[in-house]
């Protein structure tokens, strides 16, 4: 065993404290073979054990083969290589030492029962529990963010809270109904819905018709959504229809129905689009019924008068132009011609009446009730 006095000398050389190699590994019974590489590290070029050559700047090709013959070939524990740190401050002599390790018989991990192996079984189970814990964590987040990301499409399904815009698409509003914005499809009829109600809010309907509304909408997700209530239809009427009579026949007008017949067809003839009753369930897609060529779209009634609750017209539509007119003349107290219709509503017999007047000018040759026939040109 050397001297205090040598051992000392390597301590003080490496850079050691007593915590690191000191009298106490020779105390437990460490040989001077088992640690003379790390006394070499002090003095590579001397002889320390006597079974050890001068060192060789060539034995070792890199830093990586290093560590690879320190941990991997000679099996030593942490504890037993801890001289390794100090080579992070030696010239690269040093460093070749590091393949000479097995010359000096360092004992195997196996060898050395008790604290060493006992702390690095702990460092293990503990690095596993923070691995399990940090996965645990991360799941339990995604799943949070999944719980709160349908909460929140749940709440915009049931209870929107934006009333849609007076004016222009309403692509917000059809956001907060959870529509997917599709490619549009090629219709001659402006893409856009026309709704009316009394409030012009969503929420404000019974959850039967909210359903309905949101199934024309899954039929037709390309379109955006134009809601007016009657604060909206009176302002349009008043900004574009200010020079006709229609704004005063609304204002005053005091069925809900009579009010969304003025409303609709001044939003159509002026803009075009498609309007539906919000309780009328759609079949089909407006595209499916109107095709890329049409440019007027309505039903017949089993009373023989033209279905107004589901309509859809081109911008400045002659039609829509002249039903307006005849709205005028109904509210006029004028006779508006019914072509053998039973019906005593004024929206379908206004239809009707101005179907009819446009097709005996532009059409007259044209039938244009035929049992045959969904589609005719004129």
Known sequence: ???????????????????????????????????????????????????????????????????????????????????????????????????WAQAFQVRPRAKYPGSVQQSDGALMAVARGVGLGLRLLLALTLLVLLAFGLFIVNVQLEIPQAQAPALGPAWQFSVQLGRVRAKPKVTRIPQQLVLTSKEGTFASLPKAVQRNVRHTLALNPWVSLRWLGDKECESYLMQHYNHTELP???????????????????????????????????????????????????????????LNAMMGAVANSSFMEEMLRQLTRFYRGEPVERYGSSSEWMGPVTALAGLKAVAARDCPRQDLQPEDRAQFNC
């Not at 040598?6 to 073979?33: I, K, T, Y």
């Open 248 to 306: 005063m026949f609304f204002k005053h007008e005091t069925r809900g129905s009579y009010r969304s017949d003025v409303c609709r067809a001044a939003v159509l003839a002026r803009e075009g689009g498609f309007y539906t009753d919000l309780d009328v369930e759609m079949k089909w897609s407006f595209q499916d019924l109107a095709g890329n060529e049409t440019t007027f779209l309505a039903s017949y009634s089993e009373d023989g008068s033209v």
């Open 1 to 99: 065993m050397p001297p205090p006095a040598q051992v000392e000398a390597v301590e003080a050389a490496n850079g050691l404290s007593p915590e690191g190699l000191s009298a106490r590994e020779f105390d437990r019974g460490h040989s001077e073979e088992e640690l003379g590489w790390c006394l070499a590290l002090a003095r590579p070029s001397e002889l320390v054990s006597g079974s050890v050559q001068k060192l060789s700047n060539a034995a070792l090709p890199d830093v990586s083969a290093f560590w690879d013959c320190n941990w991997a070939g000679n099996g030593a524990s942490s504890r037993h290589l801890a001289a390794t740190a100090i080579l992070m401050g030696v010239n690269e002599a040093v460093f070749n030492f590091g393949c």
